[in-house]
């Protein structure tokens, strides 16, 4: 099974409008991490937000934040205000716990959302 | 403030042909180095990470191999490409922080070809 699924391969937005990305996640180790990245068409990752299991609070970073429901095992990421900037495409990724008998290096992606902004 | 440089930024390579790709880091001391490859359309595969110098963990078996000969750089190797080697190749580093967020700060990427 898919570690992280990210169910969108596209999405659409008007400038200055408010878009959800969605993540789910599959994981038995109670403690794990959660991470969005931003690649645009340079290539280049960009690291955007993250969030731990155990975080009390929705994290936040600017227009950024993550709508962490952990019964449901989603971590969708809300951007705020959209630019023409933001079009890219969106990765989340997880890292697990040394519980999950893996290596706690690694960061397991979905395949990513390419979101597009349209003036 | 931290940068890290990966080049060349693309290559085209024949079947067969070896290869090096090269990643450093500056601004930071004893950072953790990881290579990725991400295939067309797809997410990231991590392929090796180290936490120290001549300290190399693979993730998937294959025909690439790692090194690191120093704190700051990274390579990536082949003897010998193979088709399926193609792919947009990215360093990354992190501070090597205790806990699960250790965010990882990625190169600019090198896209390779093999014909």
């Known amino acids: 099974a898919q570690k992280i699924t990210q169910t969108q391969p596209g999405m659409f937005v008007q400038e200055k409008e408010a878009v959800t990305l969605d993540c789910t996640y599959d994981t038995s180790d109670p403690s794990y991490g959660l991470f969005w990245y931003k690649q645009p068409s340079s290539g280049e990752m960009i690291f955007l937000i993250y969030q731990g299991s155990y975080d009390q609070q929705n994290a936040t970073e600017g227009r950024y934040s993550l709508n962490f429901q952990k019964a449901r095992k989603s971590a969708n990421l809300v951007i705020s205000a959209s630019q023409l900037g933001d079009s890219a495409m969106y990765f989340c990724a997880m890292r697990e716990g040394l519980s999950s008998g893996g290596s706690n290096y690694k960061l397991t992606f979905g395949k990513g959302t390419l979101l597009t902004v349209n003036p | 403030s931290q940068t890290i440089h990966q080049w060349p930024a693309t290559l085209v390579q024949p079947v067969g042909s070896p290869l090096s790709l090269e990643c450093t880091v500056e601004?930071?001391?004893?950072?953790?180095l990881y290579w990725y490859r991400q295939a067309a359309g797809r997410g990231l595969q991590l392929l090796f990470y180290s936490v120290g110098i001549g300290q190399i963990s693979s993730e998937v078996p294959q025909n690439l191999s790692a090194s690191r000969p120093q704190d700051r750089q990274f390579i990536l190797s082949s003897k010998k490409l193979l088709l399926s080697d193609s792919g947009f190749y990215l360093c990354?580093?992190?501070?090597?922080?205790?806990?699960?967020?250790?965010?990882?700060?990625f190169g600019p990427g090198t896209r390779l070809t093999v014909l």
């Open positions: 990354a580093w992190s501070k090597g922080l205790a806990g699960l967020r250790d965010e990882q700060f």
């Open positions: 601004g930071t001391s004893n950072p953790n």
